[in-house]
């Protein structure tokens, strides 16, 4: 599976990025994000950010697992309980553009 | 909950319009009702849904009035009362800090601006602190954020290796209300240009605050915002540079170098960051500090005031060139004279914008 993520806004307004495929990981990161990623139970596309809030951080999801191509917008304030694990993952994997 | 008459609720608009059309009077009359009703509750939606914060219940008095809660480390807003309006400090230093900017921006919109509180009506002004994310393993962590939810502020405690004590910085604290007073006055769309107005008005005033607050002159200040809340390391010194965009931290290993572009020429146009609104927002950003420095003195004095009717005059979708054109009028007003509209004029040139 390729997942392809953006984190931007907050405060800061940070724009940073990670590119992960499943097959380039260990065993054991390929096994934790394939779990994150079946109980974050995205499995349609959907953009979803706050009208009134300011400086929340933005999340950008890309799923690619070969036959489903599954895209999602949320913000800190709209992210589903399900999903901020996996977001708790990939923002730790993220590095700005250098 | 429905909060009207249950009937109200549930007759279809296209019954309510044959019985308005009744002979009988009573049918009629309540047919009427029923429509003003539904008018009624439309109209209420439509603006709490563009504003909520207008839900938010006044102060007691009227008067300053401050909440301040401890989200304990978890993800809700608001958590435990912590400290109310009145109340001495606390052992909590960062809801300490959080009462005392807070109070020290309601006193500079109040005393420079006369606007009591947000919605210049005398709004509780509440925050949050030690505010918490979700990371891997389902656990909490320190947010390394703060932000404005559209009722109220909410502060992280930063991971001590990037950011610290948010709550502490009364430019931080400026920014998250300053949001607040937007979402009662122009309100500007948080996309693309006007979302870039709604940052920059957020920058402008948080540092403002911080000049007042230090009785420092447009030459004296720094124009630095956020320089209190990066840990300190030699690729960065602030979150933004408002004099010099672009240049607050270079090849920094956890934030890159700062995207913000200082003329219209560098504007940003993707989609991240709700169309670059945190990056954008250093063009007007530029064009304010151009301003404030020609015309000397205290910024808040002057080009504060320009800002200040400018900010509550633009509309939700204004652009660069809407705020431009506003700010050179109401300068050229009776109240600044000529001076104050040749800086204006001269500063938005200078980012590429002509009026």
Redesign the interface.
């Known amino acids: 599976m390729k997942i392809r993520f953006?984190q931007?806004?907050?405060?800061?307004?940070?724009?940073?990025h990670a590119d992960l495929d499943t097959d380039a990981l260990s065993a054991d990161d390929s096994k934790?994000l394939a779990e994150?990623v079946q109980s974050s139970g995205l499995s349609a596309s959907e953009q979803k950010?706050?009208?009134?809030?300011?400086?929340?951080?933005?999340y950008?999801i890309h799923l690619d697992d070969g036959s489903r191509k599954t895209s999602v917008v949320f913000d800190?304030?709209t992210v589903p309980a399900s999903v901020?694990?996996?977001?708790?993952?990939l923002r730790?994997l993220a590095?700005?553009?250098? | 909950m429905c909060e009207r008459h249950p009937l109200h609720c549930i007759i279809p608009p296209y019954i309510n319009d044959r019985l308005a059309q009744s002979e009988n009077p009573a049918l009629r009359s309540f047919a009427i009702a029923n429509i003003r009703a539904a008018a009624a509750m439309r109209a209420k939606r439509v603006l709490t849904q563009s504003m909520p914060s207008l839900m938010v219940s006044a102060a007691p008095a009227k008067t300053k009035h401050r909440l301040v809660y401890d989200a304990q480390g978890k993800d809700r807003l608001p958590g435990k009362l912590l400290r109310s309006e009145g109340q001495g400090p606390v052992k909590d230093k960062a809801a300490n800090a959080a009462y005392d900017n807070a109070g020290d921006t309601y006193d500079f919109y109040n005393t420079v601006f006369g606007r009591n509180s947000l919605d210049g009506n005398g709004m509780t002004l509440i925050s949050s602190v030690h505010l918490a994310e979700v990371d891997d393993t389902g656990q909490f962590v320190p947010l390394n954020n703060a932000f404005w939810d559209g009722e109220q502020m909410a502060y992280g405690d930063g991971d001590n290796i990037i950011f610290r004590n948010f709550p502490s910085s009364l430019n931080v604290v400026g920014h998250e209300l300053t949001h607040g007073v937007q979402s009662f006055t122009s309100n500007l769309e948080y996309l693309d240009q006007s979302g870039a107005l709604n940052e920059h008005f957020a920058d402008v005033f948080g540092s403002l605050v911080m000049q007042w607050s230090k009785d420092q002159t447009a030459l004296q200040a720094n124009w630095l915002i956020g320089a209190d809340v990066v840990v300190p390391a030699p690729t960065r010194r602030a979150i933004r540079d408002m004099e010099n965009p672009g240049t607050a931290y270079t090849n920094d290993p956890d934030l890159g170098t700062d995207p913000q572009p200082a003329h219209v020429s560098k504007i940003f146009s993707g989609p991240q960051d709700r169309g670059g609104v945190h990056i954008n927002s250093g063009i007007p950003n530029r064009v304010f500090v151009l301003v404030a420095k020609a015309l000397k003195g205290k910024a808040w004095d002057v080009a504060g005031r320009i800002w200040f009717d400018t900010m509550v005059q633009l509309t939700s979708t204004s652009q660069f060139i809407d705020c431009a054109r506003l700010s050179v009028q109401i300068a050229g007003g009776k109240k600044y004279g000529a001076a104050a509209k040749k800086a204006v004029t001269n500063a938005w040139k200078a980012v590429g914008i002509s009026v």
């Open positions: 953006t931007s806004g907050g405060f800061v307004g940070l724009v940073k934790h994150l950010l706050s009208a009134q809030g300011r400086d929340l951080e933005q950008e800190a304030k901020k694990p996996l977001v708790g993952y730790k590095r700005p553009k250098m």
